[in-house]
């Protein structure tokens, strides 16, 4: 039986790992969190755990939702319409719906129109390879007009990407108006119960799970085999599979270092950044805001009682205030509390009779590698699964090109690449 390690105990290791025991190998999988869900991971909140990164699914997930309903926690998951908008000129201005569309009044009529041809255009085009050569901001630009990429997209691109904004390409776009729906779809008392149930099943057919345990090196030897090692000691292995970010996996595995970093350590991802706030009583009644005005410390504004009801979280309303920042920004160095006092002001301009006296608790969470900065040329520059390293494997999230990330993708891309995988038998 081949003897596989699974480095990452997010949706896509866990996924893996699941597959692999499933057709009879062994497995052993690593996870430097003491719990498994990666960036999907939740805290307890009451009687339902709430992730430390707003979650929700699209109707187009179809991986996520068979995965769930695998599990048996298909009863579990729904699929309400809360409201989206994006803020601008100091009003949250919906724009989810044709209806919402014509009635948007940050634009002129001529712009809504050609704004509507486009995005109709982007929704049934199934070809995203004839958009690669382009950037999103040329081909918005250039198809929906000067006036609606300055008042609609730019903010929102700049706010993502910073600087990198004008060199987003346009597969990137296209992917995100292409398959996302106005239905999401949420499983009640948080996505962590998918990743405790895909622990469960690993265990059930016989993986082991180590949590809390660091990968610090992945060793090849001559005859195929590797070993990884950990605080405890080194393991050996027919096969590693690891699901870390590309530059991590390339740290801890020397013989990738040379030409495969040069060719592809290059890749970049911005950290994210989450304040979750804990509200006596609503701020807004929308659940995800984009922020397009200027002068506001995030991005987006996202109320998760709009969307869930409180009674899931004793009574309290969920405020998340995103970003996405290089690691390198001075909001991944500042306190909780300067952070706090940074956002409190931009919170009265969201709601005039706000009060800092409503927040009843807060935490902040960050992480590196959470948003790939998908510039022209992205595809040259993605590793394939299989590594120059014989038998390491690397899948993670920047390769799930042209999506964006989602969990939806880390497990069709971890079910795909198991199924490309010979069975055989160990030398171990
Ligand atoms: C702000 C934000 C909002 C998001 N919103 C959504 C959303 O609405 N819907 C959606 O579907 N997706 C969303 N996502 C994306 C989603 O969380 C990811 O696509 C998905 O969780 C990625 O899973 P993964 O297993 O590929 O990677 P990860 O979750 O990053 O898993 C990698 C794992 O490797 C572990 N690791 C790292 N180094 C080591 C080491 N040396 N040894 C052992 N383990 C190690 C990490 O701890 C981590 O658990 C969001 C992400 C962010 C950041």
Not at 292 to 312: R, S
Request: charged share 20%; with cysteine; hydrophobic share 40%.
């Amino acid at each position: 039986m081949t003897r596989n390690a699974v480095l990452g105990g997010g949706a896509l290791g866990l996924t893996a790992a699941l597959r692999l025991v499933q057709r009879g190998e062994e497995v052993t999988l690593y996870e430097r969190e003491p719990v498994p869900g990666g960036l999907a991971a939740g805290f307890r909140v009451g009687p339902s755990y709430l992730e430390k990164f707003y979650h929700h699914l699209f109707r187009s997930d179809t991986h996520a939702v068979a995965m769930i309903e695998e599990l048996g926690l298909g009863d579990k998951l729904v699929w309400p319409r809360p409201l989206t908008s994006t803020l601008i000129g100091g009003k949250p201005q919906q724009l989810d719906s044709a209806l919402s569309l014509l009635r948007f009044t940050p634009l002129p009529f001529q712009d809504r129109l050609r704004l509507g041809f486009a995005l109709l255009y982007l929704r049934r085009e199934p070809n995203y390879h004839r958009l690669e050569h382009t950037t999103a901001e040329a081909w918005i630009r250039r198809y929906m007009g000067e006036r609606v990429f300055e008042v609609l997209w730019q903010p929102l691109l700049r706010s993502k990407f910073g600087d990198r904004a004008s060199e987003i390409a346009m597969p990137w776009f296209w992917a995100r108006t292409h398959f996302r729906s106005t239905s999401l779809g949420y499983l009640r008392g948080g996505f962590q119960q998918l990743y405790d149930s895909l622990v469960g099943a690993i265990e059930t057919l016989g993986g082991a799970t180590c949590f809390g345990t660091e990968v610090q090196a992945i060793i090849p030897h001559y005859d195929g085999t590797l070993s990884v090692r950990t605080a405890a000691g080194e393991e050996r292995f027919d096969r590693v599979i690891s699901t870390l970010p590309t530059r991590l996996t390339i740290n801890l595995t020397q013989e990738l270092q040379g030409e495969y970093e040069r060719q592809y350590g290059t890749l970049q991802s911005y950290g994210a950044h989450c304040a979750v706030l804990m509200l006596d009583r609503p701020l807004t009644d929308i659940y995800w805001l984009n922020i397009n005005d200027p002068g506001y410390p995030f991005l987006a504004l996202v109320e998760h009682t709009n969307y869930m009801p409180p009674e899931d979280y004793d009574g309290k309303r969920i405020v998340y205030l995103g970003n996405y920042l290089p690691m390198t920004n001075e909001l991944f160095s500042m306190s909780p509390e300067d952070i706090l006092a940074r956002y409190v002001p931009a919170l009265k301009r969201v709601n005039p009779s706000f009060d800092e006296s409503w927040i009843t608790e807060y935490q902040m969470f960050k992480a590196p590698f959470a948003q790939p900065i998908v510039t022209l040329g992205y595809p040259d520059r993605l590793p394939a699964h299989q590594t120059p390293v014989m038998n390491l494997y690397l899948a993670n999230m920047s390769q799930v090109y042209p999506q964006d990330r989602g969990q939806n993708y880390s497990i069709a891309m971890a079910e795909r690449l198991i199924e490309s995988l010979p069975v055989a038998t160990s030398r171990l």
